[in-house]
């Protein structure tokens, strides 16, 4: 391979045949370069501005005019700044993949290393810890079979993830270059987005610096770009010609181009300097509200005195054609032509681009052959242009823009909305005929004097009749009363009109009220959904062509830096809010590699991104994720970091949820401990209580028995004492009857009876 022919940088000289060289520089120029009058319409009407002679037929009226004017009202801006802001909440994200053999073989070769050094490391360690688990008698010899699908689990594991270091190098210049400040990437991809919808193409370039240590990424105005369009190619910078004009002070030429220009195109350049004067010069117009030399002739520029302050605040396009209500500042630049082209040498048996410039009229910089011939390793042959690109177009390779393909229902909205504005300001009122013989001369001198006093005495109720005046013979004619008033009916007819125009608008360009935020609080959910699904429908062509310019602008970014930054590069990667990473690109790993670049779908993120941020919702109300998310899912700028947040919230809430509750589970077991141990002290309390009782009872059992005790003994003793008593009363009738016993002689009182 000849690198030699890839990475060619050759030191500036001037080309060997300077005339051959300024010759196909003027025939680019007056091949290419054109009044791009269709485009300039078009912007014209994205920013409001359209021809004051248009309608000014309407306007006059014959002569008689009319109380209002046609202004111009935004119909289809909006629709393009609904898709430019809703591509502007995406981040597509980047993927870098090496497609040259040579690199590919590294890849493999490298990734088959990584394998088997990671299989060893695990085999080692399997195999210390075994020899150590054998002497120590912890276990026997054997075949383990996890070992086996261990080893399986790490090959696969590196085979879906690694990355090399050729991937990594282009990934993190990459990275570098959408969050660097200095190229500014994501605004210039909104305005890339805006010409692609007003004009239907949008350009671009990379390049060097002029000091050629940095990468310079410029958006293109369409109406100074030209281009000669390879019909077989998608890409603009596969095409053989091109021409990028600038309008440059003297100030602005000397410092780009200085070093290039010989001392007497300096001095040309120079001379009789603010008094040049050149046909194509920047001039803009202006919104004049006065002028103080009337213009005749459009082309005496010179004779044109503008509105003082009009430089404070420029807001008309410098594509407004000339005309009587407008003033133009001429800021008498110089027009700076860059112009590159690409033929075939015999003596390197390729394509090369060549470099040449011109200033004003006749002031040429020949460069020869381009220092950067943006060539790839799988097609060295073949060269591309600094200036890049697409055509929104059809199949027969027409543009499509979104702004002249509506321009007819733009001036219709116009028209509707000024004969709706000239009806309401022409409306009248409801009268009456007065015949001038009613309205008597006693009244006033002058008419208008006599009307009013009538019209004042009849507001109060007394009608003045004078039947000797002439005329008063007509006062009993019946005269009708007339109605000047606006009818409603003209009014919604025209309001129904307007809406009309409105959807059909929304039906070509895929944008509808219910991106436009015009909902009506009415309108049902399942109309809300059908609206958004037609729109992305519609609009996934847009998105697609933003996804093909963005790849290559990465394409280009990556292919450049492989001769600007040959020798390495080293730069900072924005990571988040408050997070950076210093990274170095190695010059072996991207400068002589081809790569592509895959980014994902716009249209697939920005319908997946709505889907998992009404998700997130779900999850919200649901109570699987944190409130607090929703604003960092919100405002994510990719699916990646998107999908970071919601995972990071549910495993969050998913942990807090098991720490709930595994806290809920030692919380409901101490609340059933709590209950067995009430259980158990309300058991202990009944049984104390049951004790208490049967204490008590016994206690009562044993006052019950002591009372018993003594009353028995109470009774022993009353009966001892009965007892004796008794006995004593007996021995004493004992005593008696023996006694008497004694002294009958009774043969039986030998028997003394036991009483």
Request: proline residues 3%; charged residues 25%.
């Amino acid at each position: 391979m000849n690198t030699g022919i890839l990475l060619k940088n050759l030191v500036f000289n001037m080309a060997k045949n300077s005339k051959k060289e300024i010759e196909k520089i003027d025939r680019c120029i007056s091949d290419l370069v054109y009044d791009k009058q269709q485009l300039k319409k078009a912007y014209n009407y994205y920013h409001s501005i359209r021809d004051p002679e248009q309608f000014r037929y309407l306007e006059e009226n014959y002569g008689i005019g009319t109380p209002t004017s046609v202004s111009f009202t935004p119909l289809v801006k909006k629709h393009i700044d609904v898709l430019v802001g809703e591509y502007l909440t995406l981040d597509p994200e980047v993927q870098v993949t090496c497609k040259d053999d040579a690199t590919i073989s590294n890849i493999m070769r490298d990734k088959k290393l990584k394998i088997d050094q990671e299989l060893f490391n695990y085999l080692q360690k399997y195999l210390k810890n075994s020899i150590v688990n054998i002497i120590s008698g912890a276990q026997e010899p054997k075949n383990d079979p996890f070992v086996e699908k261990e080893l399986q689990k790490i090959k696969q594991s590196i085979e879906e993830n690694y990355v090399s270091e050729y991937e990594t190098a282009a990934q993190n210049m990459l990275k570098f270059f959408r969050t660097s400040r200095d190229f500014d990437l994501k605004n210039k991809m909104s305005i890339l987005y805006t010409d692609l919808l007003v004009g239907g193409l949008c350009y671009y370039r990379t390049k060097p610096t002029s000091d050629g240590k940095n990468i310079k990424f410029e958006v293109l105005n369409p109406i100074d770009t030209f281009v000669e369009r390879n019909r077989n190619e998608f890409y603009l910078n596969k095409s053989p010609r091109c021409v990028v004009r600038r309008y440059l002070t003297e100030t602005q030429i000397l410092l780009e181009f200085g070093s290039e220009l010989t001392q007497d195109a300096k001095k040309k350049l120079l001379d009789n300097k603010g008094e040049r004067r050149y046909e194509n010069s920047d001039s803009i117009y202006v919104h004049a509200g006065y002028r103080e030399v009337p213009v005749e002739d459009p082309e005496l520029y010179g004779e044109l005195k503008p509105t003082p302050g009009v430089l404070g605040g420029l807001e008309v396009s410098p594509l407004f054609p000339f005309g009587s209500e407008h003033a133009v500042v001429d800021f008498n630049t110089i027009p700076v032509y860059e112009v590159e082209w690409v033929e075939y040498s015999s003596d390197e048996d390729c394509l090369v681009k060549h470099e040449g410039v011109k200033i004003g009229d006749d002031i040429y910089i020949t460069r020869g052959e381009a220092k950067n011939q943006g060539r790839s390793m799988s097609d060295p042959k073949n060269c591309t242009l600094s200036v890049n690109g697409i055509f929104f177009s059809d199949r027969n390779g027409n543009p499509f823009s979104m702004i002249l393909n509506t321009m007819h229902l733009q001036d219709k909205l116009d028209l509707l909305i000024y004969y709706r504005d000239n009806l309401i300001a022409s409306s009248g009122t409801v009268g009456d005929w007065i015949d001038l013989a009613v309205v008597p001369n006693a009244l006033g001198v002058d008419f208008p004097e006599r009307l009013a006093k009538w019209l004042a005495y009849k507001k109060n109720g007394i009608g003045l009749i004078d039947s000797s005046q002439e005329g008063a013979q007509m006062l009993n004619t019946t005269f009708n009363g007339f109605d000047d008033t606006v009818k409603a009916q003209s009014i919604q007819a025209i309001q129904f009109a307007i809406e009309s125009i409105e959807n059909e608008v929304s039906s070509m360009t895929g944008v509808f009220k219910q991106q436009l935020g015009q909902i009506e609080t009415r309108e049902a959910a399942s109309n809300v959904k059908y609206g958004a699904r037609q729109s992305t429908v519609l609009t996934k062509q847009y998105f697609n062509a933003m996804d093909l310019i963005f790849k290559e602008v990465n394409y280009d970014f990556l292919n450049l830096a492989k001769v600007v930054y040959k020798d390495g590069f080293t730069g900072a990667i924005v990571l988040g809010e408050k997070l950076s990473k210093i990274f170095t690109a190695l010059p072996e790993y991207y400068t002589v590699t081809d790569f592509d670049v895959h980014i994902q779908d716009s249209s697939e993120v920005y319908k997946n991104k709505e889907s998992v941020q009404l998700l997130n919702m779900e999850f919200v109300k649901g109570g699987l994720v944190d409130a607090g998310i929703a604003v960092d899912v919100a405002t994510a700028q990719n699916m990646t970091d998107l999908k970071r947040y919601i995972k990071n919230g549910l495993a969050a809430k998913k942990a807090e949820n098991d720490m709930l509750g595994q806290l809920q589970q030692q919380l409901e077991q101490a609340q059933e401990q709590a209950k067995q141990m009430e259980k158990q002290l309300s058991d202990l309390t009944n049984q104390n209580k049951q004790l208490t009782q049967q204490l008590q009872q016994n206690n009562q059992a044993k006052i019950e028995l002591e009372k018993e005790r003594i009353k028995l003994e109470r009774l022993d003793i009353e009966n001892k004492d009965s007892y004796n008593d008794k006995l004593v009363e007996i021995k004493k009738k004992q005593l008696e009857l023996e006694k008497a016993q004694m002294f009958d002689g009774n043969p039986y009182n030998d028997k003394i009876l036991d009483i």
